[in-house]
């Protein structure tokens, strides 16, 4: 039924031209829709859809995950360039350089949008 069908992940914002900012220029995205309450960026193979809702960043879980392979200490320096702060979770037990969590051989970075929505980088 749905497994042969394209997903999309979707995050709720409070201001949309913020959100566009953001997503656009500090993440690079590219848009590919836009108009006041809803925005659609490509991101690889998939999309990213981010609307106006009034419960934007209630959301205390992983919204949107990347995975970046062997880029991921390589993007993480240059959004940390962008002035992008970095989430830390000493509780996890993982190592944390430079806004890299890694452990073993699995490395992460988490981050949130300008209304709080975790967005979750790996080397997956």
């Known amino acids: 039924m749905l497994k042969d069908k394209d997903s999309a992940a979707i995050v709720a914002v409070s201001d949309i031209a913020r959100a566009k900012g953001f997503y656009a220029d ?3 995205l590219d848009l590919v829709h836009g108009d006041d309450n809803m925005l ?3 991101t690889g ?3 990213l859809v981010v609307y106006v809702s009034d419960y934007a960043g209630t959301n205390q ?3 949107v995950v990347w995975g970046l392979g062997d880029e991921i200490e390589a993007i993480a320096a240059v959004l940390r360039e962008k002035g992008v702060r970095f989430e830390h979770y000493p509780h996890m037990g993982m190592d944390y350089t430079g806004g890299v969590h890694s452990s073993g051989d699995f490395r ?3 981050l949130k ?6 967005l979750h ?3 997956m």
Request: glycine share 8%; charged share 10%.
């Open 40 to 42: 659609i960026f490509k």
């Open 45 to 47: 193979a998939t999309q």
């Open 26 to 28: 500090t993440l690079g």
């Open 113 to 118: 949008d300008p209304d709080g929505n975790i």
């Open 108 to 110: 992460a970075v988490w």
């Open 61 to 63: 879980a992983n919204a």
């Open 121 to 123: 980088l790996n080397n």
